[in-house]
């Protein structure tokens, strides 16, 4: 079984910074395409950023140039460093991961963030 762990998130006023981290653990031969997504209260999940296991970055629209996700395959780990934040950023990040073939999910991470 794999499990997805997420850390990182919290209450930050408009401006700040957090950085989101996730970690894959149990019985893992592979770990393809990593990324995270969020839901707002009333919304659908959305793709926030992925990454492939080879580097390949996708980002949504509303969080380029504020958002880098990045990985370290060493450590089956994805993180999410988001900068200056902006209050529509605030809602629940989900870690998503592809291993070995199985789509994964965490268990979500609260971010808030303060006008």
């Known amino acids: 079984q794999v499990q997805l762990v997420e850390s990182g998130g919290g209450l930050v006023q408009a401006g700040g910074s957090l950085r989101l981290s996730c970690a894959a653990s149990?019985?893992?031969?592979?770990?393809?395409?990593m990324g995270w997504h969020r839901q707002a209260p009333g919304k659908q999940r959305e793709l926030v950023a992925s990454?492939?296991?080879?580097?390949?970055?996708n980002y949504a629209d509303s969080v380029k140039g504020r958002f880098t996700i990045s990985r370290d395959n060493a450590k089956n780990t994805v993180y999410l460093q988001m900068n200056s934040l902006k209050p529509e950023d605030t809602a629940v990040y989900y870690c998503r991961s592809f291993v070995d073939g199985r789509q994964y999910w965490g268990q979500g991470t609260q971010v808030t963030v303060s006008s």
């Open positions: 149990g019985s893992i031969f592979s770990i393809n395409a």
């Open positions: 990454i492939t296991r080879g580097g390949s970055l």
